[in-house]
């Protein structure tokens, strides 16, 4: 059978997807059949099986993802959130609406190192909701700003998405990090920009209260968590700039991220309990990636092996589609796709059929790969079903807060982040420039 | 049974999960030796790249029976109890299937790799390639395994309505 295979592994993928079969086996079954039915020959799909299994994770940048999994349960389990939060809050004195702007900044570093949007914006939820609300900010106001400053964390090494991308594209995971810098810092000061400026237009949203909370015991930033919350910065920053300045691999970045993530849970007296409970998180967290990572690969095959990428692209090359129109295919796709699963599943069961066609397209790779994670994300936030609005909603210690409240505070973000994502396209520069100067 | 095959998949998580630690060990070892002492640990990159295999494999039937593996709940979270059960088994099976896949196409390449000792690596440091091979193959029948002893689990009504673990608590957050 030639390329059209292609068609009946999608709607057997897209079946399976939907009736909830875990995605990594859906990617593997559906990739098997496949190979099954392009060779006729159900040898050599199982063949093809064996030896991914075993050499498609057989490799020393893959050791990346379990390390800095491991550095975040352990930072996380150390308390580096609230750390994040007070360091960044003591550092923006008398800024309107400083608790939301101390959100972005904390929750986009402790997303970045937790790797997971989902579980950063759920432990935001239940440290800078309260406090947020205790002060009087309004409640879609504090709702939108842990949601959209979890999706922000995606863009800041060391993100999982970014080495999950690299992965399957066979880029550069350093060049990968190093592009987000630009985006991210750009992404972070719109949002920013937002809560201040939304703060001066309607100060009811985030009364200005800095005498009320100066006299709150909890507001000081205690030794411990300025250890924490600096801490934290500095790995970012040792990860960042010792690859970017070529002292490290990513994969030795990641050693020492994790040991610096121990070093720093051990200044904060973790107990051992704590400690052996997040070695054991962090396999459970890292075991479904790798997992998919090896199911992904599978696919990947698949569509080499069947022409199923050329025909794909042949396909959408000879309908006459504009770039610009490929790239809001694409765009839409992904919106919907995070209204329903995470985002490294939507990343492997999309991206090995973008890339090329983004490619073919003339969009730089990096580029492609920050847009593609900004659009990823921001369908998180896509009301009425991103998966990030529930997992706020459900986590906040607040029985009062309905999905729309949620939906109302995240839409400014959502617009923010498709607004930067659409820059990135425009000036691809802005993603491209910094990794130009070292890769 | 159900304590010693849930025991069995958490020690063996265990392991891979401290491993982790040793791999991060290396890598201090390796670059700092590098560095300061012009000695870089020798096959460092052999090691890791066959423990993220090890540590992969070795975690599976864990996050399979404590239901970590990433799936959507589009379709499950509007159905009744039945139903829900009914589309536990599909993903049970086809879990079952794909690791039995798994399983039965790694076992030849392990038995040529042991009957021809293949290495790989040079000079000082060469690694035989089929410890690996054998754990790919014993990790897998073992995942194959836990999907279809949850099903039985689920099917003699030892599991909730939603398949979760009566006694066993579900994942932590984060």
New interface residues.
């Given amino acids: 059978m030639g390329p059209e295979v292609i068609i009946y592994t999608f709607v057997l993928l897209a079946v ?11 990617l ?2 559906a990739s ?1 059949i496949g190979v099954w039915l392009a060779y006729g020959d159900l040898e050599i799909a ?2 093809i ?3 991914t ?2 050499e498609a ?4 940048a ?2 990346v993802i ?2 800095f999994v ?1 550095m975040g ?1 352990v930072l ?1 389990k150390a308390g580096a959130a609230t750390d994040l939060y007070r360091l960044c809050d003591s550092g923006l004195k008398r800024l309107p609406g400083r608790l939301a702007a101390a959100t972005v900044f904390g929750n986009a570093a402790f997303a970045a190192v ?1 790797g997971v949007s989902i ?1 950063s914006a ?2 935001f939820s239940r440290i800078a909701y309260p406090e947020m609300r205790k002060l009087g900010y309004d409640q879609s106001y504090a709702l939108g700003v842990v949601a959209g400053s979890a999706c922000l964390g995606m863009l800041i090494p060391p993100s999982v998405l970014l080495i999950v991308w690299a992965i399957l594209t066979e880029g550069s995971v350093g060049a990968l990090f190093i592009a987000g810098v630009g985006p991210g810092i750009l992404l972070a000061f719109a949002f920013v920009g937002y809560n201040v400026i939304a703060a001066m237009r309607d100060p009811s949203l985030a009364p200005d209260q800095s005498e009320a909370e100066a006299q709150l015991p909890e507001n000081k930033l205690s030794r411990d968590s300025l250890i924490g919350g600096l801490g934290v910065i500095a790995l970012i920053l040792l990860v960042l700039g010792g690859i970017w300045l070529g002292w ?1 691999t990513p ?2 970045a ?3 991220g ?2 610096g993530g ?1 070093l720093i849970g051990f200044f904060k007296k973790m107990t051992i309990q704590d400690f052996i409970s997040a ?10 990636i ?3 990572l ?1 199911a992904g690969s599978m696919y990947a095959r698949l569509l080499a092996v069947s022409g199923g990428t050329g025909m794909i692209t042949d396909m959408f090359n000879s309908s006459g589609m504009s770039p610009i129109m490929i790239m809001l295919a694409m765009t839409v796709v992904w919106l919907l796709m995070g209204t ?3 985002s ?2 939507i990343i492997l069961l999309t991206v090995p059929i973008f890339f090329p066609l983004a490619i073919a397209a003339g969009i730089p790779e990096l580029a492609f790969a920050i847009y593609g994670i900004m659009i990823i994300e921001a369908g998180l936030l896509t009301p009425p079903v991103g998966l990030l609005i529930y997992t706020v909603k459900a ?1 906040v210690p607040d029985k009062t807060v309905t999905l729309t409240h949620a939906f109302k505070g995240a839409i400014p973000y959502w617009m923010l982040i498709l607004g930067v994502a659409v820059l990135i396209l425009i000036f691809p520069a802005i993603a491209t420039w910094l990794p130009a100067k070292t890769f | 049974m159900q304590k010693s095959v849930s025991r069995l998949a958490e020690i063996i ?2 392991i ?3 491993w ?2 040793v ?6 070892i ?2 700092i030796g590098r560095q300061f002492f012009n000695t870089p640990f020798l096959g460092a ?1 052999e090691i ?6 090890s ?2 494999f070795l ?2 039937p ?2 399979i029976y ?1 239901g ?9 979270g509007s159905v009744g109890p039945n139903a829900k059960k009914a ?2 088994a ?2 049970g099976i ?2 079952f ?2 690791f039995a ?2 399983a ?3 076992w ?2 392990f038995v040529e790799a042991y009957s021809i000792n293949e290495y790989e690596g040079e000079g000082a440091l060469r690694v035989p390639t089929y410890p ?2 054998l754990l ?1 193959v014993l990790t ?1 029948v073992f995942a194959g395994f836990m999907y279809l002893y949850l099903m039985v689990l689920d099917w003699t009504g030892r599991l909730d309505e939603e398949g979760e673990h009566k006694i066993l608590q579900s ?4």
């Avoid at chain 1, 994770?57 to 020393?60: A, Q, T």
């Avoid at chain 1, 070695?279 to 479904?288: D, F």
């Avoid at chain 2, 791999?23 to 201090?28: G, K, P, Q, S, Y």
């Avoid at chain 2, 994942?171 to 984060?174: D, H, M």
């Fill in positions: 399976l997807v939907i009736l909830g079969v875990h995605i990594g086996v859906a593997g079954v098997v199982l063949s099986l064996g030896s299994s075993y994770i057989r490799s020393d893959l050791a379990p390390l491991l349960e996380s937790s579980a759920a432990t490290f994969t030795e990641a050693g020492f994790a040991a121990i070695v054991i998180s962090a396999g459970r967290t890292a075991a479904p790798m997992f998919l090896i329903l699963i995470d490294i599943s986590a | 998580h265990i891979s999960a401290f982790v630690l791999i991060a060990l290396i890598i201090l390796d670059v990159i890791i790249k066959n423990s993220v295999v540590i992969t975690q599976l864990l996050a404590s970590d593996m990433l799936r959507t709940t589009l379709l499950y589309l536990r599909v993903a086809l879990g299937l794909f896949g798994v039965y196409s790694s030849s390449p690996v091979r790919v897998s994942p932590s957050e984060g």
